[in-house]
């Protein structure tokens, strides 16, 4: 039986070389569209209009060459089933064995911001119909979505004397329905953006495994890691491979970093939460003072830093027990003491961080309610919010100190008081049910540091408790979001002793 090939491509990388290989080994018979018939004429290699199927010229510019009953039952056709043979029997139908056809650039032309009218004519209808009707079939048929499966189908195609095998066309029939879900969401987003719907009317999670963890928070719980197109650039350089547990760490780690992506600054993270921050004159004096906050909570965890690493950092970071080093970059030397500890995950960020905000767009959590799905916490300070409300008046270094505060308790877990001075976190306390509670762990991490020190809180005070709390470690100023019901009473407390209170009009929950 002769074996037959459909092709219409956007795309015509390396299909010339391919064609040649399905005609002159393999036989098939090649069917094409348009420009890609023609292109495959002018090499020389034999093929059929897809006119000489339809009987028909393509309609209203091009955009109707498939589109018709005789291809379609070419492909999906069903030999095992009599109703079907005797069709294809009785119309003289020609089967399909092989789809190959990649899309018009959508993604691309969108980027170009090109106008509507435009647009909407790279928004591919056949090519689409086609490989879903070839992965809907893959009994039978092979659907070849890109190529760069040329390579792979022409070996398997060897392997199985000419004959493609069950088990890639399965692999690709799964390949087509990721690619057409993903184009169909890229349209779905532009266009609701372009028609002003609310494009989180329509939120779609394309995303692809690409390998399977050890195992996820805990060694009972399988995980995988998926990709997406907000995925970050980056390198393991060295150490064992990254578990569930180091990718959340490192993840939280890197975002507080980008809050200081034009600054020296170091964060420690421990458990998905930040232990250690501080921000130097260089990165080595960051890094000593975000291991001075906690040295304690230090041990096992995630160090990061916004700038490269270099000696006199990395021979400090290889003489502790760490799980992961984060940085931009890291000196010849640097790299080679860091090395020494065969299992420390050093990561390399090739995505700047300013450029790693960009990335940060949504969070998800799967719940047994539902999907709740939020954009991301990228609340910054309002000139016209950030208000002086006690008679007591922060100094500009206070300002400053506390603006870095707030940075750090907006990752903290709520409830969260940041304890800071001199640009480095003394006192974190995080995750607790009572806010005053928070405020007393903090006061006993920074311990006698806290007097004239700063302090943030990731939420309003409900009580002028956590200000008595304050005022006992002679904190200077605060910085909260401020609209709650005692904002009144809160702010005459702090005049009593004296404190500085800046209110924001943000709240920064992290549950």
């Not at 299909?15 to 004429?41: C, H, P, R, W």
Request: proline fraction near 2%.
């Amino acid at each position: 039986m002769t074996k037959r090939a459909l092709i219409s491509v956007y795309n015509k990388d390396k299909l010339v070389e391919f064609a040649q290989e399905l005609v002159s080994k393999y036989n098939f018979e090649i069917t094409a569209t348009g420009s890609t018939f023609d292109l495959l004429i002018e090499n020389g290699i034999k093929a059929k209009s897809i006119s000489e199927i339809t009987g028909r010229r393509q309609l209203i510019n091009g955009k109707v060459k498939t589109l018709y009953p005789d291809v379609f039952a070419g492909i999906l056709a069903d030999l095992n089933n009599e109703n079907e043979k005797s069709d294809i029997e009785k119309e003289n139908i020609k089967l399909f064995d092989m789809v190959v056809v990649n899309f018009y650039p959508f993604e691309e032309a969108a980027a170009r911001n090109i106008d509507e009218a435009e647009l909407v004519n790279t928004i591919d209808i056949g090519g689409p119909s086609m490989l879903r009707a070839a992965a809907k079939n893959n009994k039978r048929v092979l659907a070849v979505s890109s190529p760069t499966q040329y390579s792979e189908v022409l070996t398997d195609l060897e392997e199985h004397n000419g004959e493609s095998s069950l088990k890639l066309r399965r692999e690709y029939a799964l390949k087509v329905f990721e690619k057409t879900l993903d184009f169909d969401t890229k349209i779905l987003h532009e266009l609701s953006n372009r028609f002003e719907e609310d494009s989180d009317n329509y939120f779609s999670l394309n995303i692809r495994k690409t390998k399977n963890l050890r195992y996820g928070e805990n060694p009972h719980q399988t995980a995988g890691i998926y990709y997406t197109n907000n995925t970050i650039d980056y390198e393991v350089l060295n150490g064992k491979e990254l578990s569930y547990n180091n990718i959340l760490d490192a993840s939280a780690c890197t975002n507080i970093l980008s809050e200081f992506f034009d600054v020296s600054a170091c964060v420690i993270i421990k458990h998905n939460t930040p232990c250690g921050a501080a921000l130097g004159k260089n990165i080595d004096e960051a890094w000593q003072k975000a291991l001075d906050c906690d040295p304690l909570s230090a041990f096992g965890g995630i160090v990061g830093f916004s700038q490269k690493i270099g000696e006199i950092t990395a021979k400090q970071l290889a003489s502790m027990f760490l799980e992961v080093v984060i940085a931009p970059d890291y000196s010849e030397k640097a790299l080679e003491l860091l090395k020494t500890k065969k299992n420390l995950r050093i990561i390399k960020l090739n995505t700047s961080l300013e450029e790693y905000k960009n990335y940060l767009t949504r969070e998800i959590r799967i719940t047994p309610f539902g999907t709740l799905v939020q954009t991301a916490d990228k609340g910054e300070l309002d000139k016209n919010n950030f208000k002086v409300v006690t008679k007591t008046k922060p100094t500009a270094e206070m300002v400053e100190d506390m603006i870095f505060a707030w940075k750090i308790a907006k990752h903290a877990k709520s409830n969260a008081i940041v304890i800071s001075k001199n640009f480095k976190a003394i006192g974190i306390g995080q995750g607790q049910t009572s806010r005053v509670d928070a405020f007393e762990i903090a006061l006993n991490k920074a311990c006698d540091g806290s007097k004239d020190a700063v302090a943030a809180s990731d939420g309003f005070f409900p009580a002028i408790d956590n200000i008595q709390a304050a005022a006992q470690g002679r904190i200077a100023a605060i910085i909260q979001p401020g609209g709650s019901i005692k904002d009144e009473e809160v702010i005459k407390t702090a005049d009593k002793y004296n404190i500085a209170m800046i209110t924001t009009g943000i709240r920064h929950f992290r549950h």
